[in-house]
């Protein structure tokens, strides 16, 4: 079975009515819904936070930290995604926000955006590598990488070995600050202010290294209240953006491609999009391609499940302040030595969750294979998800794991009542005469 690991998406069974939306949207086949309320399959669960995006009930939710929990510390770094500046519209500048992340409690402030800078141009290095199998594809977005290692582990070489821009801003902003302030790092507590539940996750149970360094993500849902009344309040700020334009658009879906390679490059936003391209790559037909840029959220991190703004109107927010940015490259800011100077790599092999495997041996396999055709066969093919699964084919697979069996199919139950309704009437019949 797949790795053990936290997981940010949490079902609250009170608030669960037991309807289908999320079954039926959950790009891993992760939910079942059994005995009137849902259940995630943790094994299979990505965290991508589309059942939270789809429950009109509010019955999904993220498990981030609180506001207060920076306190544990006597030094506080914010990680703001770039994306946070698109949550406040008409922000007349990044320093506004900046300035209020330190109103609230945070003694510093490192832009997730520097981070996307260094990432920029590590990408180019490694683009330069003609052994590499082609198109490599994006670690950027922790929740395609994890449905990668679910559903196309055939994929996992074509992941690019670097860590997501949040990796890097906590390990540059941790040493500046600790080298400034003459502080023992231990002493400094960096938080992420995150767009989704997969960067939750990803921080207590990282992707390609062993552990993160950040310390706690909260959700801009969750500090937008705190955050809205210091934008308002400030007209002007001497906080000033570090980054550059094209590292804060990193934003929006087609913002690392811009910035690392916007030539010869594919750009996907949207979970089921993204399945369908990399069955796509897994097929080999896309082989021409040099980047795959991905993002599990519609219109990317400005789309994320714990934003607070319309996306579309966070997206032009985000793209108005990089207009009014000088026009510098990360080629340019980021000097050479970085790349060596912090740990920008994967120090972990990203391995295959197997949590799709019908068995461990091949012959069990198999033989769990033609028992599941076996009973497709008799079913309607209506993948009403009645039954309490997605799809009929993830409906005959859970039969042959043991958890549940055919008469959960409403339409088999039906055949098979009105059968025995009919034996019963012809057993009258017989003894009537």
């Not at 409690?105 to 052994?131: C, H, M, Q, Y």
């Not at 990089?322 to 740990?343: I, W």
Request: hydrophobic share 35%; aromatic share 6%; glycine share 8%.
């Amino acid at each position: 079975m797949g790795e053990k690991r936290f997981h940010s998406v949490q079902l609250d069974k009170d608030k669960c009515k037991g309807c289908t939306n999320c079954l039926k949207h959950c790009p891993t086949e992760a939910i079942r819904v059994r005995g009137g309320r849902a259940h995630i399959i943790n094994e299979r669960c990505v965290d991508c936070g589309e059942c939270i995006r789809i429950c009109e009930y509010h019955a999904k939710v993220a498990m981030t930290d609180k506001l207060e929990d920076i306190f544990r510390f006597e030094h506080r770094i914010a990680l703001p995604a770039p994306s946070l500046y698109g949550q406040f519209r008409h922000v007349g500048s990044i320093g506004i926000v900046l300035e209020a992340l330190t109103r609230i409690g945070f003694t510093s402030v490192f832009e997730v955006a520097r981070g996307a800078d260094v990432i920029t141009r590590a990408v180019k290095e490694k683009l330069k590598n003609p052994d590499r199998p082609r198109p490599l594809i994006s670690s950027a977005c922790p929740a395609v990488t994890r449905i990668i290692q679910v559903r196309f582990p055939t994929l996992i070489p074509h992941i690019i070995d670097l860590k997501q821009p949040m990796e890097v801003a906590a390990s540059i902003a941790r040493a500046e600050y600790a080298k400034t302030h003459g502080v023992a790092p231990e002493k400094i507590g960096v938080f992420f202010i995150t767009p989704c539940a997969a960067k939750m996750t990803a921080i207590r149970s990282p992707l390609g290294h062993e552990k993160s360094e950040v310390d706690g993500a909260i959700s801009m849902m969750e500090i937008y209240g705190h955050l809205l009344p210091h934008v308002a309040e400030i007209k002007a700020s001497d906080m000033t953006t570090s980054a550059t334009p094209f590292g804060i658009g990193w934003a929006r879906s087609g913002g690392e491609a811009d910035a690392a390679v916007p030539k010869n490059s594919m750009v996907v936003d949207g979970m089921d999009n993204v399945i369908r391209v990399l069955e796509e790559v897994e097929d080999g037909k896309l082989r021409d391609l040099d980047y795959f840029e991905g993002a599990a959220c519609p219109g990317g991190c400005v789309g994320g499940p714990l934003t607070y703004e319309n996306k579309y109107l966070a997206r032009n927010t985000v793209m108005s302040l990089m207009d009014g940015l000088p026009p510098r490259h990360p080629q340019e800011a980021v000097p050479g030595s970085v790349l060596n100077k912090y740990p920008l790599y994967f120090d972990k092999p990203i391995v295959p969750n197997g949590s799709m495997k019908l068995h461990e041996s091949i012959a069990n396999a198999i033989e769990r294979m033609e028992q599941m055709n076996a009973i497709l066969d008799r079913l309607p093919g209506y993948d009403c998800g009645s039954c309490g699964s997605p799809t009929c084919r993830a409906f005959a697979e859970d039969i042959v794991r043991g958890y549940c069996s055919e008469t959960d199919c409403i339409f088999i139950l039906k055949e098979r009542l009105k059968g025995m309704a009919q034996q019963m009437v012809d057993i009258s019949h017989t003894r009537r005469e």
